[in-house]
């Protein structure tokens, strides 16, 4: 199945946000946390927060109206979607 380069380029957009919000999760893990109590959890509200919007962002780039297929291919099918 062939995408056109503005899928790809949505995909490559999704990517660069989920590799930024990476840094910002080790900023809040080496910088914030350290000023919440422990008990709050603030790095797990906040990964699971950040997860939850880089599913729903690479779920809708990648499989657009088929999204409720995506959860039935193979990594290599996933791979031949976003080329």
């Known amino acids: 199945m062939a995408t056109d380069g503005g899928d790809s380029d949505n995909f490559l957009a999704v990517l ?9 999760t080790n900023f809040v893990q080496t910088e914030m946390l350290p000023c ?15 997860s939850k919007v880089c599913c729903d962002n690479l779920l809708n780039t990648i499989g657009g109206q088929d999204a409720n ?4 291919l193979s990594v290599g099918n996933m791979m031949n979607l976003i080329k």
């Open 16 to 24: 660069n946000g989920t590799t930024a919000l990476l840094g910002d």
């Open 36 to 50: 919440f109590p422990g008990d709050w959890d603030v790095g797990i509200l906040w990964v699971s927060a950040m």
């Open 69 to 72: 297929r995506i959860y039935n």
